[in-house]
């Protein structure tokens, strides 16, 4: 039944170290979206994808990447991990107005 | 600039009291508000989406109102499992597809 699915659900990388989050969907949604929500603070988005349309948010880090091979997935790239970084983060997809999301990885950087 | 404020930041209910969480927002053209429960360590769970002043949506325990200036969360008799983070988020006419996010409301419903 799930819907977006992100994988793993906790990531623990070290300082420096590149890492990669897997965000998938089952619902055929050509909206696909990256946010970082960090301890009791809102979701922020970092980008989204309309279909293969990258948009980035003026205020992402230029250390935050995406890919979207296809419309099932969609990867957020993280290539020198600082640990201002640790954080959830969360992906959700539309094909409208409303946002659906994943579980989150919880991502720790050591 | 686009800015939603909730209030309060904490609450704590006893269960069936009644009460209300408010979402202020301000945005040049709404293309839609929306509400959604967070769980500890997991993703936003979808709510209602309210897209004009006077609007309500209902769900079980739930009902959400829009004015112009604000959004409201009523919950009617809370059970302990209604208690979550509430998150409130704006879409603005300009904005493409991005959700503006308030910081949410903690609820705590005791037995």
């Known amino acids: 039944d799930a819907m977006v699915i992100q994988n793993p659900r906790y990531q623990v990388t070290q300082f420096g170290k590149p890492v990669t989050l897997s965000c998938s969907q089952t619902?055929?949604?050509?909206?696909m979206y990256w946010y970082q929500q960090k301890s009791s603070q809102a979701p922020k988005l970092l980008f989204h994808?309309?279909?293969?349309?990258?948009?980035n948010e003026a205020d992402t880090p230029d250390n935050f990447q995406s890919r979207r091979p296809n419309t099932s997935f969609c990867f957020l790239d993280i290539r020198s991990p600082g640990l201002g970084d640790a954080a959830m983060y969360l992906c959700?997809?539309?094909?409208?107005?409303?946002?659906?999301f994943g579980p989150g990885t919880r991502l720790t950087v050591l | 600039e686009d800015q939603v404020t909730q209030s309060p930041e904490a609450l704590r209910l006893q269960e069936g009291e009644s009460s209300s969480l408010n979402c202020s927002y301000t945005v040049s053209g709404l293309r839609g508000l929306f509400w959604y429960r967070q769980d500890p360590g997991k993703g936003p769970e979808f709510l209602f989406t309210l897209y004009s002043a006077g609007e309500e949506k209902e769900k079980e325990r739930l009902k959400a109102t829009l004015t112009k200036k604000e959004s409201f969360l009523h919950i009617t008799a809370p059970k302990p499992e209604d208690s979550a983070t509430y998150l409130c988020?704006?879409?603005?006419?300009?904005?493409?597809?991005?959700?503006?996010f308030g910081k949410g409301t903690s609820l705590l419903v005791t037995p």
């Open positions: 994808y309309y279909d293969k349309d990258f948009n």
């Open positions: 959700a997809t539309s094909s409208a107005d409303t946002q659906y």
């Open positions: 619902l055929n949604h050509n909206v």
């Open positions: 988020a704006v879409q603005a006419l300009d904005s493409g597809y991005a959700l503006n």
